[in-house]
Nanobody
Framework: VQLVESGGGSVQPGGSLRLSCAAS????????ITWFRQAPGKERQGVSC????????YTANSVKGRFFMSGDNDKNTVWLQMNDLKPEDTGLYYC????????????????????WGKGTAVSVST
């Protein structure tokens, strides 16, 4: 199983980035993908989760209205569109796959994940 993130970079506050997570060795029809981020010195935080089959999802309050997930089962890829970026959005962004429902992300967080990517860095600063 491989999860490969891409699309990170450096932007100014108010800017946008679109992260991609390409999965191989598993099907998005069987797994839900969650985006996590980890700022320096902080714990990994679940940001957004999406099931491409039943439409269930989770979005952290800190990014609601700014971050949006989408996915394509045929491409086995999910995306995280990040708008109106703020300095506090800076960190390493990881995608992770799990069989459980997105509803457990705010409760179990990283413990619920079965597979992880290596991350892509996002930096928001003036």
């Amino acid at each position: 199983v491989q999860l490969v993130e891409s699309g990170g970079g450096s932007v100014q506050p108010g800017g946008s980035l679109r992260l991609s997570c390409a999965a191989s060795g598993l099907s998005l029809k069987d797994y839900k993908i969650t985006w996590f981020r980890q700022a320096p010195g902080k714990e990994r935080q679940g940001v957004s989760c999406l099931s491409t089959t039943d439409g269930s999802s989770y979005t952290a309050n800190s990014v609601k209205g700014r971050f949006f997930m989408s996915g394509d089962n045929d491409k086995n890829t999910v995306w995280l569109q990040m708008n109106d970026l703020k300095p506090e959005d800076t960190g390493l962004y990881y995608c992770a796959a799990m069989v459980s429902s997105c509803v457990i992300v705010p409760v179990e967080g990283a413990r619920a994940m079965d597979y992880w990517g290596k991350g892509t860095a996002v930096s928001v600063s003036t």
